[in-house]
């Protein structure tokens, strides 16, 4: 959420959100929250989270 809506202090403490489809910050952001939605949700909780943890490198 950080890095997506620039909320707690931002991407990397900047204060600053990532801009919108910059790859792959703004990609791995972005795929964090759906995932974790889905995961909350109970749908297909093993392949999410392995996806939302591989990605989220930077």
Not at 30 to 52: D, E, F, K, S, T
Request: overall charge positive; glycine content about 18%; aromatic content about 8%.
């Amino acid at each position: 959420m950080s890095s997506l809506f620039g909320l707690f202090g931002g991407a990397r403490g900047t204060g600053q959100a990532v801009p919108v489809g910059q790859w792959p910050g703004w990609w791995a952001a972005l795929i964090q929250p759906v995932c974790g939605a889905l995961v909350l949700v109970g749908l297909l909780p093993r392949p999410l989270i392995h996806r939302a943890t591989t990605t989220s490198g930077r």
